[in-house]
């Protein structure tokens, strides 16, 4: 170990912003238009999804957060996540995947695969102790 290693574990992840892509959100602009110009946006799949389940078509919420939370797997890793480490909700740009991975936690609870939902719900209380409650998954 080096006097560099943090002894507390993996420095927090922290996504780049996407000013353009989160002032369409922002303004509530369809997200099915902003996935058209920004399919990379986590944040605008979780709102698909958060907006399926709502409908009452959990099939469809689980395709949408599926999309949303492998898109951002893939920008966390860009950031220099190891597949672990903290996540913190408190910062915009995490949230579009953290809603992705509530939402597919919710729908795969609704579609009856257990051994997902919890295995999603165990990573976003990983990624940031505070992100079940602020996304209603306590």
């Not at 290693?5 to 992840?13: K, V």
């Not at 709502?54 to 492998?70: E, F, I, K, L, M």
């Amino acid at each position: 170990m080096s006097l560099n290693d943090n002894l507390l574990g993996p420095d927090p992840t922290l996504l780049p912003d996407r000013p353009e892509a989160q002032a369409a959100s922002d303004a509530g602009t369809d997200p099915a238009k902003i996935v058209r110009a920004y399919p990379d946006f986590s944040e605008a799949w979780a709102l698909l999804a958060e907006r399926a389940l709502q409908s009452g078509d959990p099939v469809a919420g689980y395709a949408y957060a599926r999309t949303g939370y492998h898109r951002g797997l893939d920008q966390l890793r860009r950031a220099g996540w190891k597949g672990f480490g903290p996540v913190p909700w408190s910062h915009r740009p995490n949230q579009g995947f953290l809603r992705a991975l509530a939402a597919l936690a919710r729908a795969a609870d609704e579609i009856g695969e257990t051994d997902e939902h919890e295995r999603c719900r165990k990573f976003l209380a990983d990624s940031d102790p505070a992100a079940p409650a602020a996304l209603g998954l306590v």
